[in-house]
């Protein structure tokens, strides 16, 4: 038995409801794109897909010495954007600051995972909050010109104060997501 799991840092009810207001602008452009839900947004470290249940403990023990190992910190969700780019995007994105304490973070977390035996990721980490998947092109260039209005703007400032593992369920009407184990940063 396999558990689909990931690392990431949680939203606050603050930068979650103008996410959601986002969203909803977005969602009104009927483009042919699979959108987030507000309450599983969140800022991915490390995405580990299938785990061997018998897995998950020395998982939660490798990240709970990284938690440890690092204070909380303040990050800031700015600007909007898609990968490749706008103008064809596979995926949209609202920004998060490339802040040393998170890619750092995100760098130790990549660093324990793969002393696990978890590939590690083959391009450099953008931090980001994935908003939605693009299925086809129809209607992508009301979109992008709902994100290109939100370029600049700031969407709030998160405290991190844990890292949570989740586990991922995929269902018909999307994926389900529930904490495994939050692990609070230390007092450093």
Request: a positive charge; aromatic letters at 8%.
């Amino acid at each position: 038995m396999s558990i689909r799991s990931f690392i990431a840092l949680e939203l606050n009810d603050e930068v979650r409801a103008k996410l959601a207001d986002l969203l909803t602008a977005l969602r009104q452009k009927n483009a042919v794109v699979k959108w987030v839900e507000p309450e599983n947004l969140h800022l991915t470290l490390k995405f580990l897909g299938e785990v061997p249940e018998g897995q998950i403990a020395k998982v939660k023990t490798a990240l709970q010495w990284v938690a440890q190992s690092l204070a909380a910190f303040e990050f800031r969700v700015k600007g909007t954007g898609g990968f490749p780019d706008l103008r064809r995007p596979r995926v949209l994105w609202v920004g998060v600051d490339a802040i040393p304490p998170l890619m750092q973070l995100q760098g130790l977390v990549e660093t324990a995972m793969e002393q696990l035996g978890f590939a590690p990721e083959g391009r450099a980490y953008h931090p980001h909050i994935t908003i939605g998947r693009v299925k086809a092109p129809t209607n992508i260039n009301k979109v992008a010109a709902v994100m290109n209005q939100h370029k600049d703007t700031v969407f709030g400032t998160v405290s991190a104060t844990h890292l949570t593992l989740f586990r991922s369920d995929l269902s018909r009407e999307g994926p389900n997501y529930t904490p495994l184990v939050q692990l609070p940063f230390g007092q450093k």
